[in-house]
């Protein structure tokens, strides 16, 4: 792996209740993504980060926030936690975040049950 | 609307053989595609990438290639190994922005 630890990387929660996943990087690496996985779906960019307090949607960036105080750590917050959001969340890394010679480098996942 | 597609979702093949996994794209601007591994339980890995400035990139067993005209990336497996099972995700960017765009992805199962 990259240097990225995702935390944590299981949990079930209630509809309604908050929720913030956190992924952080030892690699030191400016941008920062967060995708989720879905069966028929592919993976979605939610949303990203390319440097400290500056962050921008994705495509399925509704019902979501995130935030990145430091390098290293980048949160993502399910605002109030719905069904549609069970799914499997990725956080990547990318060091010029333009694809060449940079490609994204993703952590482990954390799977995300709301019931 | 899908500007990244992979309309296999899954392909069997036989120890030793080719295995050829397809991606259309809609987006004119992309310049630059990836491809990325899959097993269960992890994240993906990047394979092999290709700009849009070439028609063929080559990295070991690993050949990507692409027909701009057509909008059509290729990812061929020579020869195929069971370890290669896994899913494969094709993936786009274009240089004015600092995202990837994903398709669904492509399940390979290599059979001994």
């Known amino acids: 792996d990259a240097g990225i630890t995702q935390s944590p990387r299981h949990k079930v929660t209630e509809t309604g209740t908050p929720v913030t996943l956190r992924c952080h990087q030892t690699e030191n690496h400016r941008y920062m993504y967060w995708y989720r996985q879905d069966p028929g779906h592919g993976l979605r960019l939610i949303h990203y980060s390319y440097g400290v307090k500056d962050t921008d949607k994705g495509e399925v960036s509704d019902g979501y926030s995130v935030s990145r105080s430091k390098t290293e750590d980048f949160l993502l917050t399910l605002e109030s936690a719905t069904s549609s959001q069970t799914s499997v969340y990725f956080c990547a890394i990318s060091d010029h975040g333009r694809g060449y010679n940079s490609p994204l480098h993703f952590g482990n996942g954390t799977r995300l049950t709301v019931t | 609307d899908q500007q990244v597609k992979q309309n296999s979702p899954s392909l069997s093949v036989q120890e030793g053989r080719i295995s050829i996994l397809n991606c259309d794209y809609t987006n004119s601007m992309f310049d630059y595609f990836l491809w990325y591994k899959k097993y269960p339980a992890e994240g993906p890995t990047f394979l092999i990438s290709?700009?849009?400035?070439?028609d063929k990139n080559e990295d070991g067993r690993f050949t990507v290639f692409l027909n701009k005209s057509a909008k059509h990336l290729s990812l061929h497996i020579v020869p195929s190994q069971p370890g290669d099972s896994a899913v494969y995700f094709c993936a786009a960017s274009d240089s004015g922005y600092s995202t990837l765009t994903f398709g669904k992805g492509t399940m390979l199962l290599v059979s001994p």
């Open positions: 290709i700009s849009s400035i070439k």
